[in-house]
């Protein structure tokens, strides 16, 4: 073996392998699920994204703040959402993140900085503008990200939120990933200028396009962004060119795509792949185990969805909990 | 055969982290169009009737094919994208320099920094080492291509596309730096770079850009300017070497800056003016192979960390002159001038 050729530890090099196996295994058994109706709502999975998330989340603390969209299932995880609070929640049962009562698109754990998932696109770049704006107050070093999508990124609350963030010169940071589609939309249809980066210069932003499907990229370019925010340098945009295997939403027949398109992403853009090959044919991580750690996480998943369709469904009388008005 | 060149637009150089940790510019889409529209423009205006465009999901192709849209521009050759379905990487200049080369195209113009043209040469020298390049700068640290009013490098490549200057007045050769990975099991791996080769201590490609010096083991220059910008200037500033000038140059870096030869200051990227702890430095002679010291580590390619590294691998460098050419544009617009090839004469 020689050595470690890579700038994370082994143990990271694990923590990461075994985020972005959670985040697959999770998004691939609500893939199922769905298909047989058993969760409420709609579902928007993260599978083929998870480097994205992974690389980025790895470089912060609970102290540090994300705002996640309507795909956000990734995002939780990655920043330390308990699996089974959130399949619990996904199901719409009681001991769910948010008791049940917000579903997928709403999962939120504010003790792991996870400021919640957002059904209304381009929502939570304000909020992260807000939660910076108090890690500024607070002077500790803290952040505050907000994830969009390609499509969200054309939304006003988005343009306007990388205003405010240049002007107040705030620690916040702009992740937009782009996985190619908003919604059934392609981004060469859709979007008047194919380049976010292009979109951070006009307010005066510094952007770095990276391959949000190599968690090695992710994790570099994120750790230079955060690190320059933590000491005042302000904020900037990172845009992940990604790849997402399922539909915008399950049931989604995706006749947008191009004939064989899912086939060849899946089969040359599968950052779990890339990873496993990466840190196995270095000598650092064999392939045993990274298998013991595939069979953990099925376990792991396995009992989440276990102890959500064991857990009981909220009440009528919890509808007037957890709000702001006392009733 | 109808005056036709090649265009090769890189819609994603000059987004790499060098923005976040160096101050680097970065040359928006709508700008690089209108750098095409310009250089194509000019190009026609001297002879150049068809155009063939790689095709991009970057923004390019979207706000050319607007601009087209908008009605018959008559300033412009007629626009062909190539038959190729983008990926996105650096194969799609891989593969639209095959596409080029066999459609018979007069030259090829690239717009990109020093990393898009080396992916185009790397492919020319395999296939076909005589089809000229002509550079339009929109990279990071550009030691390459020079910085040029688009609208001369039209005229200068449309002028030659169209036989208006023959290639012994248009064209300069140029050298490169070729790399060799071989393997205990003597499988190898084989590169270019058309500036520099850097070998640097990092194990992995990550974001592959480079900026910290700390990481630096040896440079190996095709040519070293001293006005460069990019890794390229540290030969450049030690003991430069022209582009034209037989050999190229090899700087060995300090592992331990204490007990370095000297400490040479140099614009490492855009804003980085650094030290770096120089060992000591040699000319590099065409076609004789150094080999690389470092056991493990990377070898980046004209500002990209690209290539991977083990014990047990043998790393080589090989200087090779007349590799690949480029339009010289100073040259053509000066011939230009001498021959009268832009007089029209008024009728009498």
């Known amino acids: ?327 | 055969m109808t005056p036709t060149i090649g265009l090769i637009a890189n819609p994603v150089s000059a987004r790499d982290i060098r923005r976040i940790v160096a101050n680097a510019g970065n040359l928006q889409i709508t700008d690089r169009v209108n750098i095409v529209l310009r250089m194509l423009q000019a190009a026609h205006a001297c002879g150049v009737q068809r155009a063939l465009l790689m095709p991009d999901r970057g923004g390019i192709r979207a706000l050319l094919e607007r601009h087209l849209r908008r009605g018959h521009d008559a300033s412009l050759p007629a626009i062909e994208f190539l038959d190729m379905e983008p990926t996105s990487t650096v194969d799609d200049t891989f593969a639209a320099t095959r596409l080029l080369q066999r459609a018979g195209v007069a030259a090829i113009v690239v717009l990109g920094g020093d990393g898009t043209h080396r992916a185009v040469v790397r492919e020319l020298v395999e296939a076909d080492p005589g089809l000229p390049i002509a550079g339009l700068s929109t990279g990071t640290n550009n030691a390459f291509p020079e910085m040029r009013e688009p609208t001369i490098t039209g005229m200068a490549v449309g002028l030659y596309a169209a036989g208006r200057i023959d290639a012994a007045d248009a064209l300069l050769p140029h050298k490169l730096v070729e790399v060799q990975i071989t393997g205990a099991d003597g499988r190898t791996r084989r590169d270019v770079a058309i500036v520099d080769a850097v070998v640097t201590h990092d194990r992995s490609v990550g974001a592959r850009a480079l900026w910290k010096t700390s990481s630096l083991d040896a440079v190996y220059l095709a040519f070293a300017d001293p006005q460069a910008i990019g890794l390229s200037a540290i030969g450049g500033l030690l003991q430069p070497v022209g582009r034209q000038a037989a050999g190229g140059l090899a700087v060995q870096l300090a592992s331990d800056p204490a007990h370095a030869l000297l400490h040479l200051t140099a614009p490492i990227a855009p804003g980085l003016v650094r030290p770096v702890p120089i060992a000591h430095w040699q000319r590099m002679v065409a076609d004789e192979p150094l080999t690389v010291q470092l056991a493990a580590g990377t070898v980046a390619l004209d500002g990209e960390r690209e290539l991977a590294f083990e014990t047990g691998q043998t790393v080589t460098m090989t200087l090779r002159e007349n590799a690949f050419f480029t339009v010289d544009a100073a040259r053509c617009m000066a011939v230009a001038a001498q021959q009268g090839l832009l007089r029209v004469p008024v009728p009498s």
């Open chain 1, 1 to 327: 073996m020689a050595g470690n050729p890579f700038p994370q530890s082994k143990e990271q090099l694990l923590q990461a392998y075994r985020t972005m196996r959670t985040i697959r295994d999770f998004e691939e058994r609500l893939h199922v699920d769905f298909g047989r109706g058993d969760i409420p709502g709609f579902v928007h999975l993260y599978a083929g994204e998870e480097a994205a998330g992974t690389g980025i989340m790895m470089h912060l603390g609970d102290g540090d703040r994300i705002a996640s969209t309507h795909r956000g299932h990734g995002h939780c995880i990655a920043k330390g959402v308990d699996v089974v609070a959130m399949m619990k929640e996904i199901y719409g049962r009681k001991g769910g993140a948010c008791e049940g009562k917000g579903g997928s698109m709403h999962i939120a754990d504010l003790s792991k900085g996870m400021m919640g998932a957002n059904g209304i696109l381009g929502a939570g770049a304000p909020l992260a503008c807000g939660a910076a704006l108090a890690a500024k107050f607070r002077g500790k070093g803290e952040i505050a990200i907000s994830f969009v999508g390609d499509g969200a990124s054309n939304q006003g609350t988005f343009l306007e939120s990388l205003n405010l963030a240049a002007v107040w010169n705030l620690p916040a940071i702009f992740v937009v990933e782009n996985n190619g589609y908003a919604e059934s939309t392609s981004r060469d249809y859709g979007v008047a200028v194919d380049s976010y980066v292009d979109r951070a210069a006009g307010f005066g932003l510094p952007g770095v396009t990276v391959d949000g499907t190599d968690f090695f990229a992710v994790h570099e370019a994120a750790g230079e962004i955060i690190q320059r925010a933590r000491k005042g340098g302000g904020p900037a945009l990172l845009e992940c060119k990604m790849v997402r295997f399922f539909g915008h939403f399950e049931g989604d027949a995706q006749t947008y795509r191009g004939s064989g398109e899912l086939d060849d992403i899946r089969s040359h853009q599968d950052c779990l792949k890339k990873f496993s090959a990466a840190v196995t044919s270095a000598g650092v991580i064999d392939a045993a185990s990274l298998k013991a750690i595939d069979k953990e996480v099925l376990a792991v998943i396995e009992n989440a969805v276990k102890q959500a369709k064991a857990a009981p469904q909220p009440t009528a009388a919890d509808l007037t909990t957890d709000v702001y008005v006392s009733y």
